[in-house]
């Protein structure tokens, strides 16, 4: 009896996945749209995470439900549940991919601007020095 309140009393710490889905990725989002980066950019990070870290706290179990009602209620044979589950993970994956896809060529274009206004700076900076010195080889 003593075991029975003990374990009732004791209260689960949340794991990386619940902070992650439920204070990091809101908040990340929030972040990017509020500066001023493509709100498109902030979307796919927000799918893209949003998937990864919120399967397994919110769509699994509601997924597994729907393939348990459909077998039990509906007499579906397993074989056509997995077949339904292995289409929902194809969809579920492709819509990931796409999201990382979007984020990555977002997050590219954004690199490379700014390493090309790097470079543009850079290089009127050494044209600066090179125009001074010619003016000063010419003055001496």
Sequence with gaps: MSNF??????RASPSNTD????????VLFVYLVSHKISRKYALYLFIAVGLYYGYSTILKPVFHL???????VLLIPIWAVYILRWIYWKIIWGIQALA?????????GYAMRFI???IEKVLNWVGEIL??????SRRS
């Design 5 to 10: 309140s003990s374990s009732s009393s004791h």
């Design 19 to 26: 902070i992650l889905t439920h204070i990091v990725a809101p």
């Design 66 to 72: 729907i393939f348990h009602v459909l077998r039990w």
């Design 100 to 108: 990382w896809f979007g984020f990555y060529v977002h997050f590219g």
């Design 116 to 118: 090309l206004e790097s």
């Design 131 to 136: 125009e001074e010195s010619k003016d000063n």
